[in-house]
């Protein structure tokens, strides 16, 4: 298992098993400014083409040669995972994305992963459980011995949605919708407040670049990054938006570098104890995206 920082994961571009550019996605022909992609054998793939999205990903697998790309499988199931687990060279891919995790099924997937010790796991929270705060944490504490394998919590916007008979317009961003933002906000502080990444949820309006751009605004508000990407079109500004400026820069730096415990820049006080957490985040981001206003 290569060594996988959160942050290195950029615009994860979900690419469905049947997309007729998948090989060439994979080999870093099509596409090369990804960082990571998910291939996805669940909602995206009709029931009729598993038998044949199976037998793509074998042979896929059978001359897959890792690169800087970051690949990970979504599996329609548990049983489907078990079947893509035999697969020769599956060890070459990077992890799972566990679609539909919740209390139901969290005991059989764990329980698989205890032997299977070198993927990566990206759980998604995507079913009822997430109107449950006590099932929330039932999960959080399940996956805590599992936590230096927990790339990332993923949140199923989309799902969530569904499940409230709703569908948001291309012009409101997750935080504008407030049954939505009430459930992922308690994700948030629940999983990052005890160590867990998370992931920002897609956007399914790939043509909407002003809303996407407002939406990426907040995601960088509340140090959630690694959204999900369903278009090639996104990922690039996805990706810029992760960049930081020379002021977060130079004062992520003096947070982590000097001793003073406490300093003013620009009409605002910082102090060490507390700001260190977001300074950490802020020169992650700066070894893996750069400077945005850079001369």
Same mark, same amino acid.
């Given at each position: 298992?290569?060594? /996988?920082?959160?942050?290195?994961?950029?615009?994860?571009?979900? *690419?469905? &098993?049947?997309?007729?550019?998948? %090989? $060439? !996605? @994979?080999?870093?022909?099509?596409?090369?400014?990804?960082?990571?992609?998910?291939?996805?054998?669940?909602?995206?793939?009709?029931?009729?083409?598993?038998?044949?999205?199976?037998?793509?990903?074998?042979?896929?697998?059978?001359?897959?040669?890792?690169?800087?790309?970051?690949?990970?499988?979504?599996?329609?199931?548990?049983?489907?995972?078990?079947?893509?687990?035999?697969?020769?060279?599956?060890?070459?891919?990077?992890?799972?994305?566990?679609?539909?995790?919740?209390?139901?099924?969290?005991?059989?997937?764990?329980?698989?992963?205890?032997?299977?010790?070198?993927?990566?796991?990206?759980?998604?929270?995507?079913?009822?459980?997430?109107?449950?705060?006590?099932?929330?944490?039932? /999960?959080?504490?399940?996956?805590?011995?599992?936590?230096?394998? *927990?790339? &990332?919590?993923?949140?199923?916007? %989309? $799902? !969530? @949605?569904?499940?409230?008979?709703?569908?948001?317009?291309?012009?409101?961003?997750?935080?504008?919708?407030?049954?939505?933002?009430?459930?992922?906000?308690?994700?948030?502080?629940?999983?990052?407040?005890?160590?867990?990444?998370?992931?920002?949820?897609?956007?399914?309006?790939?043509?909407?670049?002003?809303?996407?751009?407002?939406?990426?605004?907040?995601?960088?508000?509340?140090?959630?990054?690694?959204?999900?990407?369903?278009?090639?079109?996104?990922?690039?500004?996805?990706?810029?938006?992760?960049?930081?400026?020379?002021?977060?820069?130079?004062?992520?730096?003096?947070?982590?570098?000097?001793?003073?415990?406490?300093?003013?820049?620009?009409?605002?006080?910082?102090?060490?104890?507390?700001?260190?957490?977001?300074?950490?985040?802020?020169?992650?981001?700066?070894?893996?995206?750069?400077?945005?206003?850079?001369?």
């Amino acid at each position: 298992m290569r060594k /996988i920082d959160y942050f290195e994961l950029g615009a994860t571009l979900y *690419i469905p &098993v049947m997309h007729k550019n998948l %090989e $060439d !996605i @994979l080999k870093g022909a099509k596409y090369p400014f990804l960082k990571s992609v998910v291939i996805c054998l669940e909602d995206s793939t009709a029931l009729c083409d598993i038998p044949e999205g199976m037998k793509r990903v074998e042979r896929i697998l059978d001359g897959f040669e890792p690169f800087g790309l970051k690949v990970f499988i979504r599996p329609r199931n548990i049983e489907n995972l078990k079947d893509i687990l035999k697969f020769k060279n599956i060890d070459m891919v990077d992890g799972f994305a566990l679609a539909k995790f919740d209390t139901s099924n969290i005991s059989e997937y764990l329980s698989i992963f205890i032997a299977q010790n070198h993927f990566y796991l990206m759980p998604i929270l995507e079913t009822k459980d997430v109107f449950s705060h006590l099932k929330l944490a039932h /999960i959080m504490n399940e996956l805590e011995p599992f936590k230096e394998r *927990i790339l &990332v919590v993923r949140m199923g916007g %989309e $799902d !969530i @949605l569904s499940m409230l008979g709703m569908m948001r317009s291309c012009d409101k961003t997750i935080y504008e919708i407030l049954p939505l933002y009430l459930v992922l906000s308690t994700i948030i502080n629940l999983f990052k407040a005890n160590g867990f990444n998370v992931s920002s949820t897609v956007f399914t309006c790939f043509e909407a670049t002003k809303t996407l751009r407002r939406e990426l605004e907040s995601d960088s508000e509340h140090q959630i990054f690694n959204k999900t990407s369903i278009h090639p079109k996104q990922v690039e500004s996805i990706q810029e938006s992760y960049k930081i400026n020379v002021d977060e820069k130079y004062v992520a730096d003096k947070l982590l570098r000097e001793d003073g415990a406490i300093f003013s820049h620009q009409g605002r006080m910082y102090e060490k104890t507390t700001h260190s957490n977001w300074a950490k985040s802020i020169l992650k981001r700066y070894e893996n995206y750069g400077v945005r206003d850079a001369k």
